[in-house]
DNA sequence: TCGCTGTCAAGAGCACTGCTCTCGAATTTG
DNA sequence: CAAATTCGAGAGCAGTGCTCTTGACAGCGA
């Protein structure tokens, strides 16, 4: 991004950026078991010379999930083509489910379990609510109807949806909540293992749901079958 | 259970339920970063004795995770009052929150990203079943309705129900797996910290979804609000 | 240009982990 | 009773996150 004045700063930038590709690697190969010791080793430094970039091992997860969320949001982003809000929910559950295929291990550490002793700081929640928000703009851009809500759900959709910059009526809201949490619980089985046996590989299932979800949430052009 | 007929096998039978009790414990307390060495150490024996009962860390999680698979199929299947369909779901999808709730890091066992070198054994099939047969036959108490699918699904889905002793339709199947999915995807949610700062506590919204799913399936008494 | 100051990599070391091996002691089996 | 099996304890190996100290280098003002 924004080259550093000194040659320092520079230098500084690029070992941070070296340091966590090389920790991406391998968490994309050597399972999840992100080492700082051999992050450093395959950088050829020594490990306590990575304390200085990275005050401990948390800081580095930190960091990384940082940057999950913002590939992701990207990604999601990017795929969204504008136009029939039932194509947009189309592409960007694709997309979501497509780079969470892509980056099975940067998923988890977003998604997943959270680590042992690791607790997420509040630089997370900004990137991590790039998706929903797309997806809440879909229902809003699509001037999707009110439902009835219990009292309770009621008052927290609403406070969330003060705090945006658009607001679809909160039935809406809901009904995004939900397929939102449909979407990455789908996700999450499939690449979880919940699914062996039954709907994997989860293409034809995946699409299927995302269309039942586009009709719950009340998209044109997604009609729910007979039943 | 069967009490072993020498001293020797009730001692080890009892050892080793003591071992994953502690276990259990150390899971509950210290987060999720299992210790064998501490395990050990809070039993009162040495680290290296412990092998004599589980010949690995991943043997000990295993058992773990076999056993929470059980003790969750236990709750849900004792929480299923019968009779009417629409109220063996709330119940039973209430149950199965509840565990998750009340035991979040054996649900992180079970549910959550996968643990970094290890690999679910065939074992855990069995027990990880039990919920979803005890939905399926739901849906088929209810009798409720096929709906069109898309090929490829319909495929997997019939695959999986030849498998067991009751068959409701193909479209029933699929819906039943779409609510499955979004039952424990809003738990995880919930459990791992995504839902904060929006459906935080949950409960209103687990309800709520709960209720849209039982009329995706299609469960009699269910309706679908307005829009 | 010299010298100061802040930054950096390196190494040793601590407490911890999973796991293996060996060695006596206890217990079950023949 | 003797042989075979099982078990707990201890030492030890290779790995981990993290801290502290040491010495080298770069950037700055004088």
């Known amino acids: 991004m924004s080259a550093g004045r000194t040659a320092r700063e520079r230098a500084r930038a690029e070992v941070t950026r070296e340091i966590k590709d090389e920790a991406r690697r391998q968490l994309a190969t050597d399972g ?6 051999a992050v450093a080793r395959s950088l050829g430094m020594v490990s306590s010379a990575l304390y200085r970039y990275f005050p401990s091992r948390d800081d580095l997860l930190t960091a990384l999930i940082i940057d999950a969320y913002d590939a992701l949001g990207d990604a999601v982003e990017k795929a969204d083509p504008g136009g029939a809000p039932i194509e947009r929910w189309r592409a960007v559950c694709a997309a979501a489910r497509g780079w969470a295929l892509a980056h099975r291990h940067e998923y988890a550490l977003i998604y997943g379990s ?7 700081p509040q630089d997370t929640v900004g990137p991590a609510a790039r998706v929903p928000l797309v997806l809440i703009d879909i229902a809003h851009a699509a001037d999707v109807p009110d439902s009835p809500l219990p009292d309770v759900l009621r008052e927290q959709v609403v406070g969330v949806l003060a705090t945006l910059p658009i607001a679809p009526p909160p039935g809406a809201g809901a009904r995004v909540l939900i397929a939102w949490t449909q979407v990455f619980g789908m996700i999450s089985f499939e690449l979880f293992g919940q699914l062996v046996g039954s709907a994997d590989p989860a293409d034809a299932f995946f699409g299927y749901a995302v269309d039942r979800m586009a009709a719950i949430i009340g998209l044109p052009g997604a009609e729910w079958p007979t039943p």
Chains 1, 2 share one sequence.
């Open 32 to 37: 999840a078991g992100l080492s700082l010791r």
């Open 114 to 120: 959270p680590i042992p002793g690791y607790q997420a």
